[in-house]
């Protein structure tokens, strides 16, 4: 088991982001806006998918890793901090998740 946290990769990218896209992939995602970060994460949400599909271990612990990595991006470029995500996430754990959607499609 790693020590690697979701908050460790959030604090990579807040650091990363804030060098020369030059020096960063990182820096150059964020320099080309959020249109082109979300692009990016919807295509590696699609690789996800399909290597989820087609039972390929490695390809989706690999494609999973690269959803993370840019849903990170994402949330960095939009200024939502991965604690209001955790939040969230907490707070629908309160009720079972049929009665969390129910709730959401209510609204």
Known sequence: MTDFTLTDLETIVARRAGVSPEESWTAKLVAKGQ??????????????????IEGDRSAL????????YHLMVVLKIAGIPLED??????GRTAQSGLSEKANRQGS
């Open 61 to 68: 612990i690999s494609e999973s890793a690269d959803l993370l």
């Open 35 to 52: 249109s082109r970060a979300a692009k990016k994460l919807g295509e590696e949400a699609v690789e996800t998918v399909i290597a989820a």
């Open 85 to 90: 995500v955790m939040r969230e996430l907490e």
